[in-house]
């Protein structure tokens, strides 16, 4: 089973809503607020390699207040 941890950095101010939004998200199995260059880390899983990939570009990447992300795919 494909499974990623992705580090997202938010705008200032905007993690709790960040985090709350992540939760929502089915592939989304685990997401924490962290202290460090990167403000939340989530644990991704799919049944897929290309869902894995789906899931960050189309759900994870657009939500309205990421910045940017970095993402660590398990192998």
Not at 36 to 45: H, L, S, T
Not at 48 to 57: F, G, H, N, V
Not at 58 to 64: E, F, N, S, T
Request: no cysteine; proline share 3%; hydrophobic share 45%.
């Amino acid at each position: 089973m494909p499974m990623a941890f992705v580090l997202i950095n938010a705008e200032i101010g905007a993690e709790h809503e960040v985090l709350k939004e992540l939760k929502e998200i089915p592939e989304v199995k685990e997401a924490y607020m962290v202290y460090g260059v990167y403000d939340i880390i989530a644990r991704v899983e799919t049944e897929t390699m290309q869902e894995l990939k789906d899931t960050i570009s189309w759900k994870i990447r657009r939500l309205d207040k990421v910045r940017s992300t970095l993402t660590m795919i398990v192998v």
